[in-house]
Every structure is written in C-alpha cells, then in structure tokens.
C-alpha cells in the first residue's frame, strides 16, 4: 500500500485540514494558489509533485470552497425570508387574522367568529361554548345540516338562557354526527393583532393575539 505523501513537507507545512481552520484565519483561494506555486518551485528535484496530487488538492480546495459559499447562500436567504416575514407581520397590528385555537375572546357587546373544516356531510352540526373554568356549557349553537368543506359560525354572546354573557375567553369546539360517530374538529377563530416579537429562538416571528396570547407567524390561516 501507498503512504500518504504530505506535499507541504518541504515548505515545513502540514497539510491543510478544513475541520482545524479557524474562523479567523480562513485560507483565500489566491492565498491557496500562491502556496501551490511556492510549493513546486521549491519541490525536491528527486520527487517532484505529482499532477494527480496537485489536482486532488485543488478538488478538496474547491469542495471547501463551494460549500462554503453554498452556507453563505443558504443564510442570506434566510435572512431575506425572515426580513419579509417581519415586515409582513408587523403590517397586522390592529388587523383580524384567523388562527387555529380551542378559545376566543368575547369583549363587551361583540361576538367570536370563526370556521372550522368538516371533514364530511353531516345532518347535525353543533358549536358549543363552554367556560374553561368550570366546563360549563354557555351556548350550544345548532348549524343544522352542513356539506363537508369550510363551515363559518358566529356567536353572538347570549347564553343558553338569552341573556348576555361576561366579556371574556370562552372555550370553542365544533362538533358533528358522521357516520354514527361524535367527531370534534378544532375551529379556527378570529383575532386582533395586538403586537408583533421577533425571537431568537425556533419560534421565530410571534404575534400577539387578543385574548388567545402568542402564535407562531406561520399558523396564521387567514388575514382578514
């Protein structure tokens, strides 16, 4: 077997191993090629270097190089894609967006709105709200018979008993009779923006929403 020909000898340098270069001293391609040349002019006569190990270096040279180049791509992108997103978010202060959520706020003298996704027809389909608290049921508002697809509701804030209840987070769950069998869906439910955080963890962009507090940016299904 072949020993490994260190072709730095010479020049009393060893041979270059990306994974111990420093972030500080990061080899230029220039630099590289100025090494090259210093390197066969200085060679040993006897044992000249081979072209088969000049191009194998120049191989692993432009490798490192390309990726690289292929890391700063990837986080210059990302970064533009982040910058959009933020601008974007920011421009939802104050706007209503639609979120998947079990709650919704009901300030005084307003209603929750909101959808949910059936996954089939149905002869009987209910919204029920309920307090978190106590589990109480406030309202079981019948949509009667629904095709499978997007189902919109609303409830106004009365109770079971017609009167108006208190402003506050309510539980919000849809559900429907297919096929025989109770099925729940989570709805989405519609809330004001309040504020918009940037983090630097993997949650990324946060909104704040009214009454449901922080989600992710990207769970926004509707900007209404």
């Not at 309920?130 to 109480?136: A, Q």
């Not at 017609?162 to 099925?183: F, H, M, R």
Request: no cysteine; proline share 3%.
């Amino acid at each position: 077997m072949m020993s490994t020909v260190n072709a730095y000898s010479g020049l009393g340098v060893s041979t270059l191993d990306t994974t111990k270069v420093s972030k500080t001293a990061t080899l230029s391609q220039d630099e590289f090629l100025k090494l090259m040349t210093t390197q066969m002019t200085h060679q040993d006569p006897t044992k000249p270097m081979q072209n088969g190990e000049f191009l194998s270096q120049m191989a692993q040279f432009g490798t490192v190089s390309g990726i690289q180049d292929l890391q700063q791509s990837f986080k210059d992108f990302s970064a533009s894609i982040s910058s959009d997103q933020a601008l974007q978010a920011a421009g939802l202060v104050g706007r209503n967006v639609s979120v998947p959520s079990d709650y919704g706020l009901l300030s005084a003298g307003g209603e929750i709105n909101g959808s949910f996704d059936l996954s089939a027809g149905a002869s009987a389909v209910n919204v029920v709200i309920t307090d978190p608290d106590t589990g109480d049921v406030i309202r079981k508002i019948s949509l009667g018979q629904q095709s499978a697809g997007s189902v919109p509701f609303t409830w106004d804030g009365l109770n079971n008993a017609g009167t108006l209840a208190s402003p506050g987070v309510y539980k919000v769950q849809a559900e429907a009779g297919i096929d025989g069998v109770n099925t729940v869906f989570q709805p989405a439910i519609q809330a004001k923006v309040e504020s918009v955080s940037m983090s630097s963890g993997t949650n990324g962009i946060q909104v704040s929403l009214a009454g449901l507090g922080a989600v992710s940016f990207n769970k926004i299904k509707q900007i209404l």
